[in-house]
């Protein structure tokens, strides 16, 4: 026997959610992208669509009130800052002519954290991260005059 036809990934005629819904608002258009379209792979224990999976994960972010929170890929920073500065103190990496140095770092990682979608925000953090790094290495000074010299023209 030879190899029969291959099942094709390509033919989306059976997605369950392309089917009309039947009731509500909607009724007579397709399923797909919206929670019902969802529940209905689900039902037929096939892999959601992104558009129906992206409906539902909209609605569940509403459901638990998510909706203001920051997306997920953006874990909080300042916690992370503080224990960072705690390492590099207990490593001995810090002096008190970095206190300027930890001060922008953690006035950054608090303002990223209210304002997460704010790309010169992330750079400048990157930066104050990158200088924190290279504090205490031999020719590390440079790096942190540099930062701190830009940090201060961004204020005027
Ligand atoms: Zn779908």
Redo the contacts with the bound molecule.
């Keep these: 026997m030879g190899p029969g036809p291959h099942p094709s990934n390509e033919r989306r005629a059976d997605?369950?959610?392309?089917l009309p819904l039947q009731r509500g608002p909607n009724a007579g258009s397709p399923?797909?992208?919206s929670v019902a379209?969802?529940r209905?792979?689900r039902r037929a224990a096939e892999p959601?669509?992104s558009?129906?999976?992206t409906a539902n994960r909209l609605y569940e972010q509403r459901r638990l009130g998510g909706a203001l929170s920051p997306p997920p890929q953006f874990p909080p920073q300042f916690p992370a800052a503080e224990r960072t500065i705690a390492e590099l103190r207990r490593q001995g990496r810090l002096e008190p002519v970095d206190a300027a140095l930890v001060g922008a770092f953690l006035g950054l990682a608090e303002a990223v954290d209210a304002s997460p979608w704010a790309a010169p925000l992330w750079r400048q953090y990157r930066d104050a991260t990158e200088a924190l790094r290279q504090a205490g290495a031999a020719d590390g000074r440079d790096a942190v005059r540099a930062l701190l010299a830009q940090l201060d023209d961004d204020t005027d």
Excluded: L
Excluded at 15 to 18: A, G, R, T
């Design positions: 997605v369950k959610c392309e399923a797909t992208g379209g969802y209905r792979h959601a669509c558009a129906c999976s």
